[in-house]
C-alpha cells in the first residue's frame, strides 16, 4: 500500500520533504496555516550542498535561471573604499549563488505541484501524535506513516512534543527587504559583487546582495541599543548618512521591513516515534554563515531518503539524526562564532573564512 506522510509548514524544509518522497513514491500532504502558499522575506544565499539538493530534486535549473553568481565577496568602509576580496566560487569549485526567496520557493512549489503534493492551506496545526497523527486546532486528526514538524522557529508541534532544549536570541537586529538593482550606481565591479559595508564608528554594516538581474537585497544590521538605526519606523537618514556610498539606495525604504534578531535553537532530539522535526524548527541558526536554508533542505531531503523504504519509520528517524545532527551543530556553531566579529570595532579585522565553511558547503545528499 503507498505510504503516506503529512507535514506540518509549507516552507522550504516542508516542501523538499514532500518532494523527496513523493518522488519516491509516496503521497503528501502539506498543511500551511496562512491562506495563500508563499514566503515571506527577501533574498537568500545558496551554497553548493543547497544546489546539490536542488540537483537531487530536478529544481537546480529553474534556480539558476533566476539567480545570481558574483565574481566576489566584498568588504568596504561606509565610503565606498575596499577593504579586503574574497574570490569565488570558494575553493574546490564550491559555488555560492543568491537569488530572491520567493523565486525559490515558487521553483520548490511548482514541483511539488507537479508531483501530487496536497496543501491545505488555512490548516492550523496544533500537535502531533508519536503514532502517526497530525493534529488541526478544529480537532481534525490526519493519519500518517511519517509526520513532519516543519513548521518554523516558532514550532507548535515541536513545542507540544516538549522537545526544545536551548533558544538563545542576540543582541543584534537586522532590516531585511528587496529594492530595484537598477537603483544601483553602476552595472558593474562592486555592484554587482556581493559587499559587507560598514560604518565601524556606529557599529552599522549594510549587506549587499543581487539576487537576479531585477532585485537587490539589503541587509541593515546594528546592535541593540542602538534606536537611531534600528528604531521604528526605519530612519532612513541615519542609514544615508551612515553610508554615504549607497546614499541613493537607502532612500525610498519600506517604513516598515521586516525586523529580524538572530536567533539560534537546539533541541532534546529531532524524533518522537513517527513524527520528525525539521528545519528552523529543530535547528534554527544565526545568518552569518548564509546556510540556513542550505542545511535545512540538506536534511529535509536526507529525511525522506532515510525513511522512503524503511520498514521501521522510527527507527530510520533515529538513523537519520544520527546521519545528520553532528554537522549540523559543527554549522551551527560556526554560525554563532562568526556573530563575533559581525560588528567590528574600530582597528578590528574581520578574519578571513576559514575551512568550517567549505566543508559545511561540499557536502552532498543521501540520495
Do not use: K
Not at 537569488?99 to 520548490?108: G, M, V
Amino acid at each position: 500500500m503507498r505510504r503516506h506522510v503529512e507535514i506540518a509548514g509549507a516552507g522550504f524544509a516542508g516542501l523538499t520533504t514532500a518532494i523527496g518522497l513523493a518522488r519516491r513514491g509516496w503521497s503528501a500532504r502539506v498543511h500551511e496555516r496562512g491562506t495563500e502558499l508563499r514566503d515571506f522575506g527577501a533574498g537568500i544565499f545558496l551554497w553548493e550542498n543547497g544546489l546539490r539538493v536542488l540537483e537531487s530534486i530536478g529544481c537546480a535549473d529553474r534556480v539558476l535561471r533566476r539567480s545570481h553568481e558574483a565574481s566576489q565577496w566584498e568588504e568596504r568602509d561606509s565610503q565606498g573604499n575596499l577593504l579586503s576580496t574574497r574570490p569565488l566560487p570558494l575553493p574546490g569549485g564550491l559555488r555560492m549563488i543568491t537569488l530572491t526567496r520567493q523565486d525559490l520557493y515558487a521553483t520548490l512549489l511548482a514541483e511539488a505541484r507537479s508531483l501530487g503534493v496536497e496543501f491545505r492551506t488555512g490548516s492550523h496545526v496544533v500537535e502531533a501524535d508519536p503514532d502517526g497523527f497530525l493534529v488541526a486546532s478544529g480537532g481534525e486528526r490526519w493519519p500518517a506513516d511519517l509526520v513532519v514538524a516543519a513548521d518554523g522557529i516558532r514550532s507548535t508541534v515541536r513545542d507540544q512534543l516538549g522537545l526544545l532544549d536551548g533558544h538563545d536570541v542576540f543582541g543584534f537586529g537586522m532590516y531585511r527587504f528587496l529594492v530595484p538593482l537598477d537603483r544601483a550606481p553602476g552595472d558593474s565591479g562592486q555592484w554587482r559583487n556581493y559587499v559587507n559595508y560598514w560604518n565601524v564608528e556606529h557599529r552599522r554594516r549594510v549587506l549587499y546582495v543581487p539576487c537576479n538581474s531585477t532585485d537587490l537585497y539589503l541587509n541593515l544590521g546594528a546592535p541593540d541599543g542602538d534606536e537611531d538605526a534600528i528604531g521604528e519606523p526605519l530612519n532612513e537618514e541615519v542609514w544615508r548618512a551612515s553610508f554615504p556610498v549607497l546614499a541613493e539606495l537607502l532612500t525610498g525604504l519600506p517604513a516598515a521591513p521586516r525586523f529580524d534578531r538572530y536567533e539560534v535553537l537546539r533541541l532534546r532530539r529531532w524524533s518522537v516515534g513517527a513524527v520528525a522535526v525539521v528545519g528552523d524548527a529543530a535547528h534554527a541558526m544565526p545568518p552569518t554563515l548564509g546556510q540556513g536554508a542550505g542545511t535545512a533542505m540538506m536534511n529535509a531531503l536526507n529525511l525522506a531518503v532515510a525513511v522512503a523504504e524503511a520498514d521501521d519509520v522510527p527507527a530510520a528517524l533515529t538513523s537519520w539524526e544520527a546521519h545528520e545532527r553532528q554537522e549540523t551543530e559543527r554549522t551551527q556553531d560556526t554560525s554563532v562564532a562568526l556573530l563575533a566579529q559581525l560588528m567590528p570595532r574600530e582597528g578590528e579585522q574581520r578574519s578571513e573564512w576559514t575551512q568550517e565553511p567549505l566543508r559545511t558547503a561540499a557536502r552532498s545528499p543521501r540520495g
